[in-house]
């Protein structure tokens, strides 16, 4: 099972193929520090902004069985919390910051700030939140994608990264598509800049889930929200294996409703060299791993 063996991305050397999804048991210190101590083959922050956020009002997550929805509002404790967390994550495992792509000026100065200290292995561009009131998804909108992408990569110090010296490494965790064209129109644009890697799929957006009184299960946004869990699992493979196809080279790291060997086996089967669990580590907890690499 190769999954659970180790895999060099760049110079990046992860444990094994297990991550946790952005979101998901990742945005407090003791939450960290419990995947930092689980068999977890690297760490993903929580989304992050400039400045910390409270998000969105409580109950703003439920789970089930099958699936699970989420109206987060990309709560967090500001960029340089996790940025800080990194100096001491860094020495034992791969880590990951996932940026909350909510404001581009902020954006930028969240990655120029982080770039500084490099106490991570990567970034992970989060273009793809389904929560954020008001404001489309940024990964739907591919002519904003190709004006974003094409000012981050032409600062003055991202030639380094454009050069492949030791600049910080960028992916971008990407929206559920259900459209062929969208799937390939993303592709051209990833095949333009120097993106790293794509995580495929974050929350499917746009779901609701009523309790047996009819009744909304979260309380934003009249209780909708992204989706996770079995039901997104299909579609996180189809994005997966498009992906392949349409950017055979590229490293893709496969998400969404993964709970057993067997889906993780099926996104190694359509693609991804890496995985990350979102929905099963929030019901299981971070022992999930330890069960998953057992055998
Ligand atoms: O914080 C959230 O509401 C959230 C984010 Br940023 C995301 O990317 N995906 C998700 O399901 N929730």
């Known amino acids: 099972m190769t999954y659970k063996l180790p895999i060099k991305l760049y110079d990046v050397t992860f ?48 789970y089930n069985e099958v699936l699970s929805i989420n109206s987060t509002g990309l709560a967090n404790q500001g960029y340089l919390f996790y940025n800080n967390i990194g100096k001491e994550i ?21 990655i120029q700030s982080i770039e500084k200290n490099q106490y991570c292995d990567f970034i992970e561009l989060n273009i793809s939140c389904p929560n954020i009131i008001g404001k489309p998804i940024l990964g739907y909108n591919i002519s904003e994608c190709l004006m974003f992408f094409s000012r981050l990569f032409s600062r003055k110090d991202h ?13 971008l965790k990407l929206p559920p598509y259900f459209d062929q064209v969208q799937l390939k129109e993303m592709s051209d644009i990833i095949n333009t800049f120097p993106i790293k890697y794509i995580c495929s799929i974050n ?3 746009n779901g609701l889930v009523l309790n047996e009184f009819h009744e909304k299960v979260i309380e934003p946004n009249d ?59 929030i019901r299981e907890g971070p022992s999930c791993f330890e069960r998953l690499l057992k055998n």
């Open 203 to 205: 929350g499917m957006p």
């Open 223 to 281: 209780g909708i929200g992204g989706m996770g869990g079995c039901v997104a699992k299909p579609f996180g493979l189809s994005n997966v294996k498009s992906f392949r196809r349409l950017l055979p080279t590229l490293p893709i790291i496969g998400c969404g409703g993964i709970s057993t060997k067997k889906d993780i086996e099926d996104y190694f089967s359509v693609g991804a060299s890496l995985v990350q669990i979102g929905t099963q580590l």
């Open 15 to 62: 444990h094994n193929r297990l991550l946790n999804s952005a979101g998901c048991w990742c945005t407090t210190e003791q939450e960290l520090t419990d995947l930092l101590e689980s068999h977890c083959g690297g760490i993903v922050s929580k989304s992050c902004l400039f400045e910390p956020y409270k998000g969105n009002p409580h109950p703003r997550v439920f």
């Open 159 to 171: 030639h380094a990264i454009i050069n492949n010296t030791n600049k910080l490494k960028i992916g």
């Open 90 to 110: 860094t020495k034992f495992k791969p880590y990951i910051i996932s940026i909350g792509v909510k404001n581009i000026d902020e954006t930028f100065k969240m």
